[in-house]
């Protein structure tokens, strides 16, 4: 049971508080995912809020009077979330909440991972599956390319579920509601690209041993993986994030 704060117990003050909160929502369950922004940040009404979305139709227009009335300052911005640079929208920190298209909702995430110094937290809906997989751990079929990226730059906390009959109209998946708060950025790399490179390779031939599946990447497969410590007969699977990072690291400074 997940227990959501009531609204106004605990605000921050302004001058603590993250200076945007980005919503980049589906259109039938954006009046929700404004909601659900209020009630997990507690958002003061005197910091900036923007809410994304794609639709400008006469429903929109009536429900996007309805947020204001709930959510005080608001600036709407009618756009593409995959064509929006969440910079633009205000300082840093920002604060994301996000209702994801769930066929994007990957692409956006990972563009967002490599921002990840500009941000405060990300609390994103998703299919249960790719929840599942942000959080999974090693040696377990969930565990792929997303969850490296994802545990590196962010801790992973599951809020809760939230079953089709919340939406309209129904999907046909359960979704997920997760908070990603990135690490500090000395526990990160400064540039994800190498560790982008080398989990594309590692997975994109799961079930190939390493020293087969990183063989486009380095010169000498099996003397780097032993140099590591690391077995080049193991397979993606197995590894952990920290070894991922430290094969990331003999592709620096990456071309």
Sequence with gaps: DIHMPRRGAGRPHAAEAPATVANMLRPETSRFAVLLSDQVFHHPRDVPLVFIRSTGDEAAQRQRRGVVRILGQLRIVNADALATDVASLGPAPRRIVANLPYNISTVLLVRWLHAAGD????????????????????????????????????????LFEIAPTAFVPPPKVVSSVVRLTPRPAAERLADLRPLEKVTAAAFGQRRKMLRGSLSSLLADPVASLEGLGIAPTARAEELTVADFVRLAALLTPFA
């Design 119 to 158: 941000l405060a937290d990300m609390v994103l809906m998703f299919q249960k599956e790719v929840v599942d997989r942000l959080a999974a751990s090693p040696r377990s079929k969930d565990y792929g390319r997303l969850s490296v990226l994802t545990q590196h730059v962010c801790t992973v906390q599951r």
